[in-house]
């Protein structure tokens, strides 16, 4: 007897299974050609075999769909999706943007500002001062905007963001410096020295500034946060200068005595190593801290109408003006 291999043998069609099978009309030609390249084989068989062999490739096609028909059916790597009680997450047009002004400000600022020194006449006095202090309250306001329209927890995942970009700068400018230079490019004798002094600062300031940072972000935000709850919205002018003065107070309280404090009158020059050496007398400290920590309080102040302006524009563009009364204050977390 020959064995039908063409598909003129096994029918009208290339997967129509011949008039002995069992394939409905209904089922998926996945299923009938795979059955279809078994058929010359198993019309060796009885007919009893081709039956269930026909019967379990229509159980093998139908299996995967099968959670999909039956309600409540769960296969292993297939799982009904039931809908969730927690509101949907909230998407905003411009928190990525302010985001970025915050890192931007924060970077320049630390980067370009604090190797100059200013000095201005103002009312008869001469005010000296870093240039850096100038734009880095700046970051402050960008910090009360968060905070007053997102709320606490997604500024929180944008101090930790600027954070991380101060480590990546901290370590990026170590290397550049440490590189060994190229003997036969003249340039290199006028570029690594100014490398060496703008970007050279000693690991003492470099922890100082970056703790200062962290510390005073965080607590400005968090008294901008509750100032909000405990005044009901009310009082902008209020909050923005109090968080302010709170965070700008801790910031310049850190970084002055941990990066300038001379502790050779505790430890003695010689048991100090080269970084630690030298430094600032006490009073030195809290005269350059108070009048640094008084005019970024001024600068604040100023920025008030501006401040005033943005939050009222992001709030009615965002639909979004948050309040932090269950709020968890950790700063050792990124949730929303």
């Known amino acids: 007897m020959r064995v039908p291999f063409s598909a003129s043998d096994l029918g009208a069609g290339p997967f129509q299974a011949p008039c002995s099978c069992l394939y409905p009309r209904w089922v998926p030609c996945s299923a009938a050609r795979s059955g279809a390249g078994y058929l010359p084989f198993l019309l060796h068989f009885p007919r009893a075999t081709r039956i269930c062999f026909e019967i379990l490739v229509l159980f093998l096609s139908l299996s995967s769909t099968l959670p999909l028909l039956l309600p409540g059916t769960l296969s292993r790597n297939f799982r009904l999706s039931t809908p969730s009680n927690s509101p949907p997450r909230r998407s905003y047009r411009y ?64 101090i930790w963001a600027g954070f991380g970009a101060m480590i990546f700068y901290v370590i990026m400018s170590q290397v550049v410096i440490a ?62 200068i109090g968080s302010t003065m709170v965070g700008q107070g801790v910031d310049s309280l850190i970084f002055y005595p941990l990066a300038f404090a001379s502790l050779e009158p505790l430890f003695g020059k010689d048991n100090l190593p080269a970084f630690l050496q030298g430094g600032w007398t006490m009073s030195t400290i809290i005269g350059v801290a108070t009048f640094n920590w008084f005019f970024k309080l001024c600068i604040e102040v100023a920025m008030t109408p501006l401040t005033y302006l943005v939050c009222s524009k992001l709030k009615k563009a965002e639909n979004e003006d948050y309040f932090d009364r269950n709020t968890n204050f950790t700063p050792f977390s990124l949730k929303d």
């Open 95 to 158: 928190y990525d943007l302010v985001m970025a002004g915050f890192v931007t400000v924060l970077l320049c600022s630390n980067i370009i500002g604090p190797g100059k020194s200013c000095s201005v006449e103002l009312l008869g006095m001469t005010i000296a001062f870093g240039a850096g202090n100038i734009f880095f309250p700046i970051s402050y306001i960008f910090g009360d905007i968060l905070t007053e329209v997102y709320g606490y927890a997604r500024t929180r995942k944008v």
């Open 179 to 240: 590189l060994p230079v190229n003997p036969n490019e003249p340039y290199n004798e006028i570029i690594q020295p100014a490398l060496e002094t703008v970007f050279g600062a000693g690991p003492r300031i470099i922890a100082a500034s970056m703790f200062a940072f962290w510390l005073g972000d965080f607590t400005n935000s968090y008294v901008m946060a509750k100032m909000k709850v405990w005044t009901n919205g009310k009082h902008l002018w209020m909050r923005t």
